[in-house]
């Protein structure tokens, strides 16, 4: 049983549209973290008749860039794994849709055991360009002082997060606990070595400490993790997802929102889903995927 975690917080009818075109019946489960700042209904009222969704309890509100995504994922994993069937834990957003067909899916991620992490064999040094996301210390879990709150005006925040800036970067730097590597935030890995990894935070709980003041470290928690209880062999370090980060055009450091004009590199990417898509944006391009997963 694949369990899919999806993390999500706007267009309801996107998440809609993901989880049915990845519905197999008796052989995958959805476990929903949606952001606490988000009221529940609109989501559950579109899946009453559906009893493969669950959604996580004890919401957290997630913030652009800061240690909550990583909670709220934590929380996912915790729901999926209450259910012994699970043996497969698929990391989506709820922006995400898939290119392979379901066939395609079930088999290769029920019937391999490797890990579909982007975990690169070389951990982070000194002089990298994502460095100082972990040597130095961030702040991003406030809704006051994160650059996309909407507590403050964006004056306001721009002149907090000057002055926090200069701050945090007069701190000594972080000792790092464990070898960090970074990828991709979106990964499907087997139960056992989620367990293992779990059990790697209980063990050394200045791991989590360490990235909770980091900045992304929702893509380099578990892929650092990962390396500590996993052989080489078994990392197959490649996205999950397609991201058309070439056009940036949208809203700071966040990749395109797809259209119809994707579906070539999409379907020859080789990755096995694709983002960020929106219920509107994205129409004509999940119509041709639809299409296109049939074909397969």
Same mark, same amino acid.
């Given at each position: 049983?694949? *369990?899919? $975690?999806? %993390?999500a917080?706007?267009?309801p009818?996107?998440?809609? /549209?993901?989880?049915?075109? %990845?519905?197999?019946?008796g ?10 700042? /988000?009221?529940?209904? +609109? ?5 009453s008749?559906?009893?493969n ?14 240690f ?5 994922? &934590? !929380? ?21 849709? +898939?290119?392979f067909?379901?066939?395609? &899916? !079930?088999?290769?991620? $029920? ?8 975990? +690169?064999?070389?951990?982070l ?26 507590? $403050?005006s964006d004056?306001s ?6 002055y &926090? /800036?200069?701050?945090?970067?007069? %701190?000594p730097?972080?000792?790092f606990?464990i @070898?960090?590597?970074? *990828? ?27 990235f ?5 470290p ?6 650092s993790?990962?390396? &500590? ?9 490649? +996205?999950?997802?397609?991201?058309n ?9 966040? @990749?395109?929102?797809l ?14 889903f ?5 219920p509107?944006?994205?129409?004509? %391009? ?11």
């Amino acid at each position: 049983m694949i *369990g899919y $975690l999806l %993390l999500a917080h706007e267009t309801p009818e996107q998440l809609k /549209k993901l989880i049915k075109a %990845l519905n197999v019946s008796g052989k995958t489960k959805f476990f929903v973290h949606i952001d606490a700042r /988000k009221p529940l209904e +609109p989501y559950i009222s579109l899946f009453s008749e559906v009893d493969n969704v669950h959604w996580v309890e004890n919401r957290v509100k997630v913030f652009w860039r800061g240690f909550h995504m990583v909670e709220a994922t &934590l !929380l996912a994993i915790k729901a999926a794994l209450t259910d012994p069937s699970i043996q497969r834990l698929c990391l989506l957003s709820g922006s995400s849709y +898939p290119v392979f067909s379901n066939k395609q &899916l !079930l088999q290769k991620l $029920l019937d391999s055991d490797l890990e579909y992490i982007e975990s +690169p064999p070389k951990a982070l040094k000194k002089g990298h360009k994502f460095y100082p996301r972990f040597a130095n210390y961030h702040l991003f879990d406030n809704r006051y002082i994160n650059p996309r709150g909407e507590e $403050l005006s964006d004056n306001s925040r721009r002149h907090i997060n000057d002055y &926090l /800036k200069v701050f945090c970067q007069s %701190l000594p730097e972080k000792k790092f606990p464990i @070898p960090v590597h970074v *990828g991709s935030q979106w990964w499907a890995l087997t139960r056992n070595t989620i367990v293992k990894m779990l059990e790697e935070l209980d063990k050394q709980p200045a791991v989590k400490a360490f990235f909770r003041y980091s900045e992304v470290p929702d893509e380099a928690m578990f892929q650092s993790l990962v390396r &500590l209880v996993c052989d080489e062999k078994s990392i197959h370090s490649e +996205p999950t997802h397609y991201l058309n980060w070439r056009e940036p055009g949208q809203i700071g450091e966040l @990749p395109k929102v797809l259209d119809e004009r994707d579906l070539g590199d999409i379907a020859n990417s080789g990755r096995m889903f694709a983002r960020k898509m929106h219920p509107e944006i994205s129409h004509k %391009l999940i119509k041709k995927l639809k299409k296109y997963r049939t074909e397969l």
